[in-house]
């Protein structure tokens, strides 16, 4: 089964901070994405990498960055955390292969920041 | 660019009653299709995707859903739901213009909330 971690389930951090969510997933996988829920908004793209040092700007990438040095891993930055950060944060993964275009999700980071 | 609408924000079900959960996308040409659902703090699971031939497709936890091009709907049913299927469900639609890079757009969300 292809499994995807993520560093923490919940974190607290204050205004200003930098955070650091990393993920890391055990397929081999190409690409890999984060995306914040929030509620009555779905899931939104924030970042993706489609291969190592390679990345690509999701539909609200404003205030993140991203760092994939290794496959597995795949890291989003907050360079200086806001209160409207406040959401929780998905890591996925996904194999090049045809036909296999479905994600799999870890199970998410709850981020408060005050 | 392509979108997803789930009309319905929160659907309440008996237990034992059928279930349909709505999805409409946009999308130019063939979409890939899935259905995801999340059950409470816990990531996203793939319950049934489609990328083309029969429109009716089977997923897991007994779920199945139908594939019409003329609606641009791709909604997700289940005969008999069970107490455990309380959850959110996600529709999304998958694009990409070069094999490799494909994104999903996901809708909005319909929690699922079961009664006795």
């Known amino acids: 089964d292809v499994k995807v971690t993520q560093s923490s389930r919940y974190l607290v951090k204050r205004t200003g901070e930098k955070v650091f969510l990393e993920c890391v997933q055990d397929?081999?996988?190409?690409?890999m994405f984060w995306y914040r829920q929030d509620p009555g908004l779905g899931l939104r793209l924030i970042y993706f990498?489609?291969?190592?040092?390679?990345?690509e700007k999701g539909d609200i990438p404003e205030g993140y960055s991203v760092s994939r040095e290794k496959k597995e891993r795949f890291s989003l930055i907050l360079e200086s955390a806001s209160t409207n950060q406040t959401s929780m944060y998905l890591c996925?993964?996904?194999?090049?292969?045809?036909?296999?275009?479905?994600?799999?999700f870890g199970p998410g980071t709850r981020l408060t920041v005050t | 660019a392509q979108s997803v609408t789930q009309p319905d924000i929160h659907i309440t079900v008996s237990e034992g009653a059928s279930l349909e959960l709505r999805c409409n996308y946009s999308?130019?040409?063939?979409?890939?299709l899935f259905w995801y659902v999340q059950s409470p703090g816990q990531g996203l699971q793939l319950l049934l995707k489609y990328f083309s031939g029969d429109t009716l497709v089977q997923g897991i936890k007994g779920f199945e859903a139908e594939f019409k091009r003329s609606q641009s709907s791709f909604n997700l049913r289940k005969p008999s739901v069970h107490w455990s299927d309380a959850a959110e469900y996600f529709c999304a639609v998958g694009a990409g213009s070069n094999f490799g890079n494909e994104k999903l757009t996901f809708g909005t969300g319909t929690r699922l909330t079961i009664i006795p």
């Open positions: 990498s489609y291969d190592v040092k390679m990345k």
């Open positions: 397929m081999d996988h190409e690409n």
């Open positions: 999308y130019g040409a063939t979409p890939y």
């Open positions: 996925a993964s996904r194999g090049v292969l045809l036909f296999t275009y479905e994600q799999y």
